[in-house]
């Protein structure tokens, strides 16, 4: 079955860095687009990122656009969100997504503050 396993989540503090990470099983990996979103608490579940199957097309939200880098190792069947100057406002829990699937990970609690 369908599997995706997020990690790398923690407290930093704000201006830090943090790598999340997707590990997929359950379907071939490298056929499918896949995103990040993320949900604070008392706020609805948002995109944050998206990329192709072949990592020819990375798309952000606004609010994340030069901080965040998407990426995928499709040989390790892995997506990637690199965090950078990440800000009190990215405090969330972040989802890894396969929408042509329908299927979402766990998510890895992101907490920015001081």
């Known amino acids: 079955q369908v599997q995706l396993v997020e990690s790398g989540g923690g407290l930093v503090q704000p201006g830090g860095s943090l790598r999340l990470s997707c590990a997929a099983s359950?379907?071939?990996?490298?056929?499918?687009?896949m995103s990040w979103y993320r949900q604070a608490p008392g706020k609805e579940r948002e995109l944050v990122a998206h990329?192709?199957?072949?990592?020819?097309?990375?798309d952000y939200a606004d609010s994340v656009k030069g901080r965040f880098t998407i990426s995928r190792d499709n040989t390790k069947n892995t997506m990637y969100l690199e965090m950078n100057s990440l800000k009190p406002e990215d405090t969330a829990v972040y989802y890894c997504?396969?929408?042509?699937?329908?299927?979402w990970g766990q998510g890895t609690q992101v907490t920015v503050s001081s």
């Open positions: 997504n396969a929408p042509e699937l329908d299927s």
């Open positions: 990329i192709s199957s072949g990592s020819g097309v990375k």
């Open positions: 359950g379907f071939t990996f490298s056929y499918y687009a």
